[in-house]
């Protein structure tokens, strides 16, 4: 790529240089990320609280629950009316009716006790319920805090819809998978916050490659309660996947910036419109006809900027004292339109003497350059 050092000219310049390297004098910006660090901070917050209450106040209760009914004795024949003890009573099964969901179908039984008290228990497993649980049959239904948790069917025992034993991994698998899924949002605050002023060039992997790992870690999360059989060793095993992604991704950045190290300038050739050319951009300096509208409009000797719609009446014209200098890469500091990040390039200009940078699409960018060369 060739380099060529423009100075600033006091009159109209004679041609557009494709590929120039030259000290700016530092653009006036807003920064570009403001709503977005707001956004990101603010679903962090809400994911971490979720998360919090979910890990640290429900998952401990339900884990409660599930080891005081499996250590639970069973009723004296003088405490029946505790909850605390499993109760068991005859009873016979007075009918059933099938509950269909949209994956998976449950029959729900109403049982009547010797001594006409009734009852009633959810049990999964669909079609293979039926066999076992007609109507008439003689069943017995064990009580734990006035819920049946389990029928004991001739052949062989059921635990019901409310037996507590697993009731933790539901609640630990929404914690988790929130917790983890937050821990994306809350790099996406941590990096624009932070790193985005140190890391002036702005690359799509610097959040996108660390989110989807707090994605796939989510989905880690959600299964790893299932997957083991206590809590302890569910947090195990998303420390390890943590470890595994956390390696990958500093890996990956390792060779990400190595790729990337260099110049910054862009070499683009100029492609002078034969006709008006109308796509989405901004204009952005201390000027008159900045941040005018959201798109731009190309021709041959003419750049404007419009509201989005390339009608004559809509449209402001940039006059020819504006310089380009050269295209680069865009900057965290770089403001830009949301339809524009990540497939940006940045016109950094001058207008006798005030710093001025236009954004569009990688593809637009030989337009532009045409359109502010001088005419033949």
């Known amino acids: 790529m060739t380099r060529v050092r423009t100075e600033v000219p006091t009159e109209m310049p004679t041609e557009v240089p494709a590929g120039v390297a030259t000290e700016v004098p530092p653009v006036v910006r807003r920064s570009r990320n403001r709503g977005q660090l707001i956004g990101a901070a603010a679903v962090a917050a809400v994911c971490a609280l979720a998360a919090a209450w979910l890990l640290l106040i429900s998952t401990p209760a339900a884990i409660g629950d599930g080891h005081a009914f499996r250590t639970a004795s069973r009723c004296a024949p003088d405490d029946s009316a505790s909850d605390d003890?499993?109760?068991?009573?005859?009873?016979?099964?007075?009918?059933?009716?099938?509950?269909?969901?949209?994956?998976?179908?449950?029959?729900?039984?109403?049982?009547?006790?010797?001594?006409?008290?009734?009852?009633?228990?959810?049990?999964?497993?669909?079609?293979?319920?039926?066999?076992?649980?007609?109507?008439?049959?003689?069943?017995?239904?064990?009580?734990?805090?006035?819920?049946?948790?389990?029928?004991?069917?001739?052949?062989?025992?059921?635990?019901?819809?409310?037996?507590?034993?697993?009731?933790?991994?539901?609640?630990?698998?929404?914690?988790?998978?929130?917790?983890?899924?937050?821990?994306?949002?809350?790099?996406?605050?941590?990096?624009?916050?932070?790193?985005?002023?140190?890391?002036?060039?702005?690359?799509?992997?610097?959040?996108?490659?660390?989110?989807?790992?707090?994605?796939?870690?989510?989905?880690?999360?959600?299964?790893?309660?299932?997957?083991?059989?206590?809590?302890?060793?569910?947090?195990?095993?998303?420390?390890?996947?943590?470890?595994?992604?956390?390696?990958v991704c500093a890996v990956t950045a390792v060779l990400l910036r190595r790729r990337r190290r260099g110049d910054d300038t862009i070499d683009v050739p100029p492609t002078r419109p034969t006709e008006e050319q109308h796509f989405p951009g901004r204009i952005v300096g201390e000027v008159p006809y900045a941040e005018h509208g959201t798109h731009l409009l190309a021709a041959a000797g003419l750049l404007a900027t419009t509201m989005g719609h390339p009608g004559v009446a809509h449209r402001r014209a940039v006059p020819r004292t504006l310089t380009p200098l050269r295209v680069r890469h865009p900057y965290w500091s770089d403001p830009s339109p949301p339809d524009l990040r990540g497939r940006a390039w940045v016109l950094e200009c001058e207008d006798e003497g005030v710093p001025v940078l236009i954004v569009t699409q990688r593809q637009h960018m030989p337009w532009v350059l045409g359109a502010l060369a001088p005419r033949p």
């Open 85 to 247: 003890c499993l109760r068991t009573v005859g009873a016979r099964i007075d009918h059933t009716e099938e509950v269909r969901g949209r994956r998976t179908s449950s029959y729900r039984l109403y049982v009547v006790e010797a001594d006409g008290t009734e009852g009633r228990a959810t049990l999964g497993g669909g079609p293979s319920v039926s066999p076992v649980a007609s109507p008439g049959a003689a069943v017995r239904v064990t009580y734990w805090r006035g819920q049946i948790r389990y029928v004991d069917f001739a052949a062989g025992r059921r635990y019901t819809h409310a037996d507590p034993r697993d009731d933790y991994k539901v609640v630990a698998t929404a914690g988790l998978a929130i917790g983890l899924y937050g821990t994306g949002f809350l790099w996406c605050w941590f990096w624009m916050a932070l790193h985005a002023r140190v890391a002036r060039r702005a690359q799509p992997w610097d959040i996108g490659l660390p989110f989807l790992a707090a994605v796939c870690l989510a989905v880690v999360g959600a299964c790893a309660p299932w997957a083991t059989d206590d809590m302890g060793a569910a947090l195990l095993l998303v420390a390890e996947a943590t470890a595994v992604a956390v390696a």
